[in-house]
């Protein structure tokens, strides 16, 4: 037992002595390769890491927020502000911009969708803006003036302010303010020739007043408006208000400016309503027909030229109460760049209406074709079949304990006709109908 347990001890002591000898050599080996190997290690600074950084600080891969873009411009020889392949239009130039100023990268260029790029209104061709919003991520660093440095003149960002990740322009808006100026002599009575020299009087203001007040509320505003059905419940648009605003004179000539407030407007609303109320003032139509065009008959209604129309603002109120206040975000309200809209309008859109006006002539040559308008039933393959649809479905309504199915039978039918014969309300019978698109 003795002899079993001094060669167990012995084989231990024997086990960790060669181990011992193992690692010291292993230590030495190492040593060597350290002092003799040093001239063949890879200095640090050889090491390339310039595709690293490039990964690090290209565009996609910069943090980018959620914000709300303001800009201001004229519409001069622009053919409006959504982007159209192959035409100058106001978003083309600002893409443009953005991408010149490494803000977006090239796929995002040609397809804004991917940073969730949205206008907060549409403009049509010539049409100006003051304070058009855009929502788009951009870098967090991105300036104002980096932008700017890529874009012509007449277009100008005046402010980025971060919004939340689910903010969206358009959808998130209240409410939209035009202007619309234009010379007080489209205003003068039947008995008085229009001319440059017409002064408009308080008593013409004063009925023109009153028949823009009678805008205001909820109507059906489709005979103000193109390849819109008039049983479209979309039709139906709230005017929160309809102003005019004191004279002044500009290069000789009196102009005025017109202001309304709604929640949403068609395409060339408000120039239709404008161009209603001018025919009204000019003795061409009545009060009557502004009430007659809520109903669904299709009018024969003028439309004003674009030149004079402004986007004034874009209302966020019930965003700015939810969100403007939380420590975060920035109200939408743009009251400090107040003095930049101010300068902007009286440089580049002021000058352009009323220079426009004055050589051009538009609104002196648009009257000499007021009177082509009937302001009555459209003569078309439709007007008649669905005029009388029509006029039955809103007598019977009107009547008040009216049979409500002979008034939704009427309106039905009334819906067929239309849709059958495929005929636009622009009298041309071969256009076919296309989606709705919101805009002035």
Known sequence: MSRLGSSLRYSKFGFVFKLSGLLRTMCDTASAVSSEGESKKRPLQDIDTTDSKKQCTEPDRVKKRKVALLLAYS??????????????????????????????????????????????????????????????????????????????????????KRATKGFNSKSSCDARTYSYILPTFAFAPSNVEPSESYRITSEVMDSVRSTLKIFEGTHNFHNFTARKK???????????????????????????????????????????????????????????????????????????????????????????????KDGIHEPLDWSEVEAEVTAFKENFIYPTITESEVEEKSMMTWLETLHLHSYSIREDNLSHGLATLGQAADMVEGMGDGDHGLVTLARAAAQVVQEGHNVMYNGDSNQQPSPNIPSP
């Not at 502000?81 to 083309?92: A, L, S, V």
């Not at 804004?112 to 951009?138: C, E, M």
């Not at 309503?273 to 009060?287: D, E, F």
């Open 230 to 324: 008039p049983l479209d419940p979309s039709a139906n648009r709230y005017i929160m208000s309809f102003e005019m605003g004191e004279p002044f004179i500009c290069k000789g000539l009196e102009f005025s400016e017109l202001r309304v407030k709604g929640q949403s407007f068609m395409l060339h609303q408000i120039r239709k309503m404008v161009g209603l109320t001018i025919a009204v003032a000019r003795g061409l139509a009545s009060v009557h027909t502004i009430h007659r065009a809520w109903k669904t008959e299709r009018l024969d209604l003028p439309v004003a030229p674009g030149l004079g129309l402004i986007l004034e603002e874009v209302h966020y109120e019930r965003y700015n109460q939810r969100f403007g």
């Open 75 to 160: 519409g001069q020889g622009y053919l409006g502000m959504q982007r159209n392949p192959g035409m100058k239009t106001i978003e083309e130039d600002l893409l443009t911009a953005l991408l010149k100023a490494s803000f977006i990268t090239e796929e995002a260029f040609n397809t804004p969708q991917l940073i969730q790029f949205q206008r907060a209104a549409r403009t049509d061709k010539g049409v100006s803006a003051a304070r058009q919003v855009v929502s788009i991520k951009l870098p967090e660093d991105s300036k104002v003036e980096m932008i700017n440095n890529h874009l012509p003149e007449q277009i100008h960002v005046l402010a980025v």
